[in-house]
């Protein structure tokens, strides 16, 4: 089962695509995939709806795929989480989770315009595995505990202006995070129960379809839940907020690979989660 919200910006509506690929109009179950109809069980509610086959068949064609949960209040994301990528950013692995945010207006659909900022030399690429909230995550004490509050998973690309972030910014990394369009998240959200193992999901990425990143979650220095039961620790997290999980190494701040450019074209996949597909245009 995947839950998409679909339409055009600002007036997304709630889809539910069955194993069979068939799509079902999920409004009579909920307005929109949020926060408040993660909270309320949501998902438990689309699926019996699903199952007792109340929900009207609907047609997909045509319409623009929005990110798949509406107005997060937070964007939590992790750096060097992956220990070829914190190689091959010059740095020793992480003791501790890196934590910066992103402005939670960045995040845009799976195949939206991601806009190069002005005066940008240095835009990056960063496909991530996505965990969206479900239920209050605060004080957890064990990765069981914290496993039970995410809602589900999705694809994201952390999008960074690496000269903002490391050159500018004076350690604040969210300076070169929070560029308008740098979230693409997406296409669905799978829920959790659906995900066999996180830890154990190939991530890949592509630019104007040359091979990127090629990795697996289970080279995570912190696993998901490890993740979610520290940050729990520091911060309250509320059903509909996203955690970034961090990248694999591959990216263009390894030396190995150009920056991006307007014209570009940047797809982003995760095992069973779907693929996303992004072109560069100029801010």
């Known amino acids: 089962m995947e839950l998409l919200r679909l339409g055009a ?23 929109d995939i949020d926060g408040a109809f993660l909270a309320s069980d949501g998902i438990a509610r689309a699926r019996a709806a699903l199952d007792a086959g109340s929900l009207p ?4 064609e045509g319409l623009r795929v929005g990110a798949p949960i509406a107005r997060p209040a937070a964007v939590v994301c992790i ?13 020793e692995p992480p003791k501790e989770p890196i934590v910066f945010f992103k402005h939670p ?29 479900g239920k209050t995550a605060r004080y957890l004490s064990s990765d069981e505990e914290a496993l039970a509050c995410i809602a589900g998973y999705t694809v994201a690309n952390d999008v960074s202006e690496r000269a ?22 997406g296409p669905a959200l799978i829920p959790a129960d659906e995900v066999d193992d996180p830890q154990n999901l190939d991530l890949k990425s592509w630019v104007n379809g040359e091979p990127r990143q090629d ?18 620790q520091y ?9 970034n999980t961090g990248t694999p190494e591959g990216v263009a701040l390894s030396g190995r690979f150009p920056y991006l450019s307007p014209g570009d074209t940047v797809e982003c996949e995760i095992q069973g989660l779907g693929r996303q597909k992004q072109t560069l245009g100029k801010a």
Request: with cysteine; aromatic share 8%; proline share 4%.
């Open 9 to 31: 910006v600002g007036d997304e509506r709630p889809y539910l695509r069955s194993t069979d690929g068939t799509v079902y109009d999920l409004s009579s179950v909920t307005a």
């Open 79 to 91: 750096g060097q989480n992956y220990a070829a990528h914190a190689a091959e950013s010059g740095a």
């Open 164 to 185: 903002f972030q490391l050159e500018v910014s004076g350690g604040q990394w969210s300076k070169g995070k929070c560029c308008e369009t740098f979230n693409p998240l």
């Open 105 to 133: 207006n960045t995040v845009v659909g799976p195949y939206d315009e991601v806009l190069v900022p002005r005066g940008s030399t240095r835009t990056d690429w960063e496909v991530e595995l996505a965990v969206v909230i």
């Open 215 to 232: 990795s697996n979650t289970r080279d995570m220095i912190f696993s998901v839940a490890a993740l979610v039961r520290d940050l729990s």
């Open 235 to 243: 911060m309250t997290l509320d059903p509909g907020d996203i955690v």
């Open 57 to 60: 068949v609907a047609s997909a």
